[in-house]
T-cell receptor, first 113, second 114 residues
Framework: ETGVTQTPRHLVMGMTNKKSLKCEQH?????MYWYKQSAKKPLELMFV???????ENNSVPSRFSPECPNSSHLFLHLHTLQPEDSALYLC????????????FGPGTRLTVL | QQQVKQSPQSLIVQKGGISIINCAYE??????FPWYQQFPGKGPALLIA?????SEKKEGRFTISFNKSAKQFSLHIMDSQPGDSATYFC?????????????FGTGTRLKVLA
């Protein structure tokens, strides 16, 4: 595996379910990000992690809970989501949060029923 | 001040033609301007990026033109090919509290006709 991988690629869940999205980067980077991509809206930054510490929480509702157990893995735990949370969730990484270039994974297409 | 306005929303170009996508920003603190290309079912992939100390950067058929005084930058795709059909996003970013944060445009869906 190379680059940034995400699993699952597609997820359908009910509003009362609990699920998790997983991201893994194979680039030796120290910073990881979660973005939300909704139709006809700009990509929205959700969270930033640097060396496993959360350095940015962009006013994201608490029903989204990130976890970064090490610099290669990032999770997004989901619970009691709303239909408007349906979107493509993208993970990205960069060598350092202070360096500009970010590399994205393929995303998880989430549908909340 | 934090918005990046991208136009057009969609673009159709004949094979061999030039595709031009424009972006405008307001915050002069931005210092890194990448363009990303996204194919259906894939994540955005970095295409080309520029910093405001240069007015133009070219990589193969892709060129960024940057106008610092007008706070505008554009992507030019020369000799457009059907394989270039994708959604293109511009972004503007700056470092705050040690972290680079991107503000993305809304995207341009490009279709290149064979």
């Amino acid at each position: 595996e190379t680059g940034v991988t995400q699993t699952p690629r597609h997820l359908v869940m009910g509003m009362t379910n609990k699920k998790s999205l997983k991201c893994e980067q194979h680039l030796g980077h120290n910073a990881m990000y979660w973005y939300k991509q909704s139709a006809k809206k700009p990509l929205e930054l959700m969270f930033v992690y640097s060396l496993e510490e959360r350095v940015e929480n962009n006013s994201v509702p608490s029903r989204f809970s990130p976890e970064c157990p090490n610099s290669s893995h990032l999770f997004l735990h989901l619970h009691t989501l709303q239909p408007e949370d349906s979107a493509l969730y993208l993970c990205a990484s960069s060598q350092d949060p202070g360096l500009a270039t970010q590399y994205f994974g393929p995303g998880t297409r989430l549908t909340v029923l | 001040q934090q918005q990046v306005k991208q136009s057009p929303q969609s673009l159709i170009v004949q094979k061999g033609g030039i595709s031009i996508i424009n972006c405008a920003y307001e915050n002069t603190a931005f210092d890194y301007f990448p363009w990303y290309q996204q194919f259906p079912g894939k994540g955005p992939a970095l295409l080309i990026a520029i910093r405001p100390d240069v007015s133009e950067k070219k990589e193969g058929r892709f060129t960024i033109s940057f106008n610092k005084s007008a706070k505008q930058f554009s992507l030019h795709i020369m000799d457009s090919q059907p394989g270039d059909s994708a959604t293109y996003f511009c972004a503007a970013s700056r470092r705050t509290s040690g972290t680079y944060k991107y503000i993305f445009g809304t995207g341009t869906r490009l279709k290149v006709l064979a």
